[in-house]
């Protein structure tokens, strides 16, 4: 089944070049079955590229996916024409009166700040808490994933000496988990990031539960309230050339940065990324919108509680 896009988005025709099925309302509205809503609460600097890796992602669900992205109303994009934020993207002031299925937050390049220095965090505490009461399950990437947990459950970030950067083994710690049904014992995840997550600071709070993790890489998943909430440290969505890109541009501006670990083909840079993550990613995205959304969800969203 397809995901349902907001007429005329930019992925549209960037993912039908790489023939993955997706339709716009139009075509949808003819269509007698309720589709998923999912919120993208998208926080990137670049926010076309990750609509694209998110809706790629979401498109091998044999669900139908209505898809809506969200902004905070107190920070202006930057790095996305102006013409592409009035299109697609609503402020949260506009959609709290909303109920969604499925909510998916994204990385923000403001690892360097304390949480309380960022110029949205109480628009996005607010959202978080709004989250709880209005999403059947919110799954949290990367930065959104430690803010959240340090909201929720007061969990600290810690800075690393230098860049998590590369693609990681990770073993899954509750493998009867639906969430890991049709995983195998190790699975890669890509990861860029410059703080982390400790895992007896996981492990000490109750209400968490620690489901994967790495020896190089660290706590990369935690679960709460049974699954409505995920905390995922990388980026299972990431494309094939994304750390390729950002390895380069740093490179470019002279910034300290090491090859990606685990990346390149041979561990040469002029070599194609070796791409050893995008099966297992996909599997996650798929199992969190089946068992986590579609399973638990009530047909009438008002029932959300």
């Known amino acids: 089944m397809p995901l349902t896009l907001p007429d005329r988005l930019p992925a549209i025709d960037l993912l039908k070049q790489e023939n993955i099925f997706v339709m716009d309302k139009t075509r949808a509205a003819g269509q007698d079955i309720r589709p998923l809503r999912i919120v993208v609460l998208n926080l990137m600097p670049i926010k076309i590229t990750t609509e694209t890796d998110l809706i790629r992602i979401l498109s091998n669900s044999p669900l139908q996916l209505e898809v809506s992205f969200m902004k905070v109303k107190c920070h202006t994009s930057k790095n996305t024409p102006v013409e592409h934020m009035k299109a697609f993207y609503r402020d949260f002031e506009l959609m709290r009166h909303e109920r969604f299925d499925g909510m998916i937050i994204t990385g923000a390049p403001v690892e360097h700040l304390a949480y309380e220095e ?114 995922i440290t990388g980026h299972s969505e990431y494309a094939p050339g994304t750390l390729d890109t950002e390895y380069k541009r740093d490179l470019s501006k002279g910034l300290p940065i090491h090859m990606p670990y685990n990346y390149y083909e041979d561990n040469n840079p002029s070599k194609q990324p070796l791409v050893t993550w995008r099966a297992h990613g996909t599997l996650l995205f798929t199992n969190w919108l089946n068992y986590y959304v579609y399973q638990e969800t009530p047909y009438d969203l008002n029932d959300i509680r």
């Open 118 to 231: 960022v110029n949205y965090w109480e628009e996005i505490s607010e959202i978080f808490e709004w989250s709880r009461t209005h999403v059947t399950s919110t799954m949290y990437i990367c930065w959104a994933a430690q803010a959240g947990l340090y909201y929720h459950y007061g969990i600290p970030k810690y800075p690393l000496a230098e860049k998590m950067f590369g693609i990681f083994p990770q073993r899954p710690l509750c493998p009867g988990l639906p969430i890991f049904r049709g995983f195998d014992d190790v699975f890669y995840m890509p990861h860029s990031r410059h703080t982390e997550l400790r895992r007896e600071d996981i492990l000490a709070n109750p209400s968490l539960t620690l489901i994967a993790e790495s020896p190089l890489s660290g706590v990369s998943m935690v679960m709460a309230r049974g699954g409505r909430e995920f905390y």
